[in-house]
Nanobody, 115 residues
Framework: QVQLVESGGGLVQAGGSLRLSCVAS????????MRWYRQAPGEQRELVAS???????NYADSVKGRFTISRDNAKNTVYLQMNSLKPEDTAVYYC?????????WGQGTQVTVSS
């Protein structure tokens, strides 16, 4: 089992910044990529960014140049720095890892961007 706990969400004005954190615990050996997804009301969950254990990153086109994903392997933590936030970034953000063919999800953290 892998446990994921996100933090750092909140309410921010458009143009502001937030940093999300996700701490992984439990049977974390063998985890490669760590990912951030988001889900807005009435929408499907979408991949925002991912990072491999070696630091290779990938971003959704909608967040490129504004969001930065990073990780601290010693702390088993992945971060999502979100700058220049827009109202359309409003969503519940979820941390995700895959281990041994099983997907694990955090409980989610709400990000609300006001115009």
């Amino acid at each position: 089992q892998v446990q994921l706990v996100e933090s750092g969400g909140g309410l921010v004005q458009a143009g502001g910044s937030l940093r999300l954190s996700c701490v992984a615990s439990g049977r974390i050996f063998g985890i490669n990529a760590m990912r951030w997804y988001r889900q807005a009301p009435g929408e499907q969950r979408e991949l925002v960014a991912s990072i491999t254990s070696g630091g290779r990153t990938n971003y959704a086109d909608s967040v490129k140049g504004r969001f930065t994903i990073s990780r601290d392997n010693a702390k088993n933590t992945v971060y999502l720095q979100m700058n220049s936030l827009k109202p359309e970034d409003t969503a519940v953000y979820y941390c995700n890892v895959e281990r041994a063919g099983i997907n694990y999800w955090g409980q989610g953290t709400q990000v609300t961007v006001s115009s």
